[in-house]
């Protein structure tokens, strides 16, 4: 029998069964009897990490970010390939109808926006597992090996976490000349502004490359332009995209008297997806800091259009480095506060 099973593994070009269980982010045990063929993901930064480590093929259905991320042409691809949307981002978006169609072994989800989806997966059997703790980038690490574990792709995965291991690495070298520079992330600005605090991998990050977070809140934080008053940062950082001109104004950030940057579409997506992307992050703090200290005595936030353009020719030599560093050791939000991570 076992002979039979062999040669039935061989001809298929099935893998074979590998049973294991494997601890998702809410700590839970799942049990997988096999290496999935028919994956839904629902985060851009998880289906980078899929595309990182070769499996992107195995992905039947993903968020509409997925399908417009430009990392590795991942959104092209997937939709050359006819990959099902299966709604937006926060779980509130996900259509459970789009997914029991697809029929997956598998569902990505993460822990933070698709929490709300646990009840209605177990109520129809579908075997989900949960990454994006997020609260260090050892978390990321984890989620990275995690994906490699349930793929049979451990190898890959250890490759790709040495390699942005080296250029956070390589980047805190790149921004020794701003060492304990005070930097507050702004990720938001409904209902209050949104900054990313401790025990969280943005701060971790920070902490990584010599600087210093300013917010001294836990987690994902919705404060008053007070509190940020008092903490007294050396200079803003807004990671959101969507966020316009008169919103920042209103939120009071430009009377800080602090130099105010910010960032566009794709330095958000490098600078906030806990995956791959982290491998370019010290680059766009280091542009940041470069464009925002020129002049500390500068006021006036930089408008997205404004703000430095990261496209693809620009990109090559915007994160030379940390691409170097990529393909030679892999081919291939938890910001969910409302919209991507």
Known sequence: MCLFMAIFVVLSGLPALAEQQVIDALGRSVTLTAYPRRVVSLAPSITEILASLGVESSVVGADSFSLSSWYMDIGERLKSRGVVEV???WWSTISVEKILELNPDLILADRGAHRQLLEAFEAYNLTVVYLG???????VYNDIYTVGLIFNKTGEAENLIRSIESTLQSGKELLKGYEGVKVLIVI??????WVAGKATFIDDLLAR???VNAAVTIGWSVVGIEAITEWNPDIVIVAC?????EAV?????PQLGKPLVLLNTTEVDVLMRPGPLLAYAPQVIYHALVQ????????TPRTPQQAPLVTSAPLELYVAAPLVALVSGVIGYYVGLRKKR
Do not use: C, H, K, V
């Open 87 to 89: 709604g937006g981002y």
């Open 292 to 299: 925002g200290l020129a002049n500390r005595t500068t006021t």
């Open 209 to 211: 490359l010599g600087l």
């Open 249 to 253: 104004e209103q939120s009071g950030l």
């Open 133 to 139: 703790s997020a609260r260090s980038i050892n978390d």
């Open 241 to 245: 995209p969507y966020a316009s001109q």
């Open 188 to 193: 938001d600005f409904w209902q209050g502004i």
